[in-house]
């Protein structure tokens, strides 16, 4: 434990975790946009093939950061009239209307019974005369996607298990949906120190927190299924507005094995003029890297895991894009989080067209049908350094490379351009307002 703790404090505060951007990956130079008929060939190739993939939906966040707009009422703000009568409309809102259509009281109500919970338990959509929770509502739509059955993986708060199971159960055996879940381990939270350097100790315990959704790298090395897609648990829109994202899910899987299979072929005629051609179409490479290229490199290419990553056109959403970074002499293409960004870099930042939805399908076995250790591919160098408030004072510790960051950083990634209906998040109990949580 101690030498662990030694590396999480040099991390911390020794080591500079910022990245080297080279330049944002635009249509063209990174970023994949598909023409009609390019899509509706990928749409083709998943109708044509014969496995399912799992889906894995990280859902262990708190609702809490969704009511935070009705938090700040306890602090003499008043909510408005508009506001009210908003939140009044919403499926989340209606059981308790029943009770009490008094504004204080509902938001009381609000904050003590739903605040508390897991964001994929909160009520999000209705249709017709049925509630569903985010939780029902990705149940629903992966079986509309596979109707002759799937598997659905969330991972999930433990002491919330046996609610997230009965919320699920009924409605997952009905539309023949198998669903798993799984926690984030503990063993991987991080240790906590001062802006000292002194490990926080609270009472006989050292203080920890969780290390980001790059602990759950090993929980996606457990799903069973090579072939698995990503995405977050509030980021699911109303069944009526459904199609553009069941849409992007057949073209993006159908995108993948495309790519898979061109490599193999790539692999059987290997020349550099087919190389090039092959890199032109996916943009996996840089031009670094497609330079160097060889038939040897391709093998070491063909043995690594792949992923297409959905992007959506910027509008100024908070999180990460796609870069092509400098790293020990070698320019590769990443989802970067601006936190890993120095200042100084901001020009590149502000030069970027896309946005990381979390939109992502990876195939965990290499060229040659092995399956492979996620952890193999990880850069550990990427993790990311968090700073938080803590009881009157300021904490740090070192979060693990992200999922979808650093954990993914030594895989071959395509970047497809995916349209903005496809991303919905639910950040605020506001959100679900908005025309895509809304039926038709």
Excluded at 33 to 46: C, D, M, P, W, Y
Excluded at 74 to 102: I, R, Y
Excluded at 364 to 391: A, E, I, Q, T, W
């Amino acid at each position: 434990m101690s030498r662990e703790i030694d590396i999480q404090r040099e991390q911390v505060f020794d080591r500079d975790f910022k990245v080297c951007l080279r330049s944002a990956c635009t249509v063209g130079n990174g970023v994949i946009r598909l023409s009609v008929s390019e899509e509706a060939k990928t749409i083709e190739l998943f109708e044509a093939m014969e496995e399912v993939p799992s889906f894995f939906i990280p859902a262990s966040g708190s609702g809490s950061r969704m009511f935070q707009a009705l938090f700040t009422k306890n602090d003499g703000t008043v909510l408005s009239d508009e506001t009210f009568n908003v939140l009044k409309g919403l499926p989340l809102a209606e059981g308790f209307l029943e009770v009490s259509n008094d504004k204080d009281r509902l938001v009381a109500q609000l904050l003590e019974e739903l605040a508390c919970k897991p964001k994929g338990l909160i009520p999000f959509h209705k249709s017709g005369d049925k509630i569903y929770s985010a939780f029902q509502e990705h149940v629903v739509q992966v079986s509309r996607l596979f109707p002759n059955g799937v598997k659905l993986h969330f991972t999930i708060q433990e002491d919330f298990k046996e609610e997230i199971e009965r919320n699920v159960k009924e409605l997952a055996e009905q539309l023949g949906v198998d669903v798993s879940f799984s926690y984030q381990s503990h063993t991987s939270n991080a240790y906590c120190f001062d802006e000292d350097q002194q490990l926080i100790q609270e009472g006989e315990q050292v203080l920890r927190r969780p290390a980001g959704h790059g602990a759950l790298l090993e929980n996606l090395n457990r799903i069973p299924e090579d072939l698995v897609c990503l995405k977050n648990i509030d980021n699911v829109q109303h069944i009526d507005h459904s199609e553009p994202s069941l849409r992007i899910w057949k073209s993006a899987i159908g995108l993948l094995k495309q790519f898979e299979a061109g490599l193999a072929d790539l692999l059987e005629e290997y020349s550099d003029d087919a190389m090039r051609l092959f890199n032109e179409k996916y943009q996996f490479l840089s031009e670094e890297e497609l330079a160097n290229c060889s038939k040897d490199k391709l093998i070491g290419y063909a043995s690594r895991p792949s992923r297409v990553c959905g992007m959506v056109k910027n509008e100024g959403e908070p999180g990460g894009g796609p870069f092509w970074i400098e790293d020990h002499g070698t320019v590769t293409k990443q989802i970067i989080e601006k936190v890993q960004i120095a200042d100084s870099q901001k020009t590149i930042v502000d030069q970027s067209s896309h946005f990381n939805p979390v939109f992502l399908v990876v195939s965990k076995r290499d060229s040659f049908g092995n399956s492979l250790d996620l952890n193999d591919f990880r850069d550990d160098s990427k993790y990311f350094v968090v700073r938080k408030p803590h009881k009157g004072r300021e904490i740090l510790y070192r979060e693990l490379p992200g999922l979808w960051n650093g954990s993914m950083s030594n895989w071959n990634t395509l970047f497809l351009e995916i349209p903005s209906e496809v991303f919905s998040p639910v950040k605020s109990v506001m959100d679900l307002s908005k025309l895509a949580h809304q039926p038709q």
